[in-house]
């Protein structure tokens, strides 16, 4: 079996896992996703899958286009079940993130859009960021860790290895590493007060 395709498989595998206790804890009331950041990572992770594909990452490609569905369905639970604790902050986050996303389609150039994508996605990041530190009690660790481990082994499932087809992923594993460090902080700090 070639490598290229074992890592795509554990990327997958890894990613689809880094989403069953972070749905498991919404249902248990644990867990208050920020719409907001969902639907700018199902939106990104739609049109990251697409541009990676594009230019050439292979496999590599498979893990993020599961992560497109289940941020979606993430999207969707967290109509009824995310946070309240919405700010301007958040808003001007979104409304950054949405007219960047409307000048990609309108660029010619696969490098261009997908360090535009790369930024979105981090400027999507930071509304869960901030609840996250103000609220740590409200997300699971465990996701963003493993979401940041399946985006490493998706590198290694690359076809080439180029910094326009791994710009997004090593975005996503420094953005994920640093909310589940900005919980696992949080959390040990509320702790010991």
Same mark, same amino acid.
């Given at each position: 079996?070639?490598?290229?395709?074992?890592?795509?498989?554990?990327?997958?595998?890894?990613?689809?896992?880094?989403?069953?206790?972070?749905?498991?804890?919404?249902?248990?009331?644990?867990?208050?996703?920020?719409?907001?950041?969902?639907?700018?990572?199902?939106?990104?992770?739609?049109?990251?899958?697409?541009?990676?594909?594009?230019?050439?990452?292979?496999?590599?490609?498979?893990?993020?286009?599961?992560?497109?569905?289940?941020?979606?369905?993430?999207?969707?639970?967290?109509?009824?079940?995310?946070?309240?604790?919405?700010?301007?902050?958040?808003?001007?986050?979104?409304?950054?993130? @949405?007219? +960047?996303?409307?000048?990609?389609? %309108?660029?010619? *150039?696969?490098? $261009?859009?997908? !360090? #535009? =994508? /790369?930024?979105?996605?981090?400027?999507?990041?930071?509304?869960?960021?901030?609840?996250?530190?103000?609220?740590?009690?409200?997300?699971?660790?465990?996701?963003?860790?493993?979401?940041?481990?399946?985006?490493?082994?998706? @590198?290694? +499932?690359?076809?080439?290895?180029? %910094?326009?087809? *791994?710009?997004? $992923?090593?975005? !996503? #594993? =420094? /953005?994920?590493?640093?909310?589940?460090?900005?919980?696992?902080?949080?959390?040990?700090?509320?702790?010991?007060?």
């Amino acid at each position: 079996m070639n490598i290229k395709i074992i890592f795509a498989v554990l990327s997958s595998i890894v990613g689809i896992s880094c989403f069953i206790p972070y749905i498991l804890d919404i249902f248990k009331g644990k867990t208050k996703p920020h719409s907001y950041s969902w639907f700018i990572w199902t939106v990104l992770q739609t049109i990251g899958a697409i541009s990676m594909f594009s230019i050439g990452a292979g496999l590599g490609v498979v893990s993020i286009s599961i992560g497109a569905i289940l941020c979606g369905f993430v999207f969707i639970l967290s109509l009824k079940y995310g946070t309240h604790n919405i700010k301007t902050f958040d808003v001007v986050c979104l409304v950054g993130s @949405l007219i +960047a996303i409307i000048f990609y389609f %309108f660029l010619h *150039s696969p490098i $261009l859009s997908i !360090l #535009i =994508i /790369t930024l979105v996605d981090f400027v999507g990041f930071l509304p869960t960021m901030r609840k996250a530190y103000e609220e740590p009690q409200t997300e699971t660790i465990s996701s963003y860790a493993l979401s940041s481990f399946s985006s490493i082994l998706a @590198l290694f +499932a690359f076809s080439v290895f180029t %910094f326009s087809n *791994s710009i997004y $992923l090593i975005s !996503l #594993i =420094i /953005t994920n590493a640093t909310c589940a460090g900005i919980i696992f902080i949080r959390k040990m700090i509320l702790k010991q007060n």
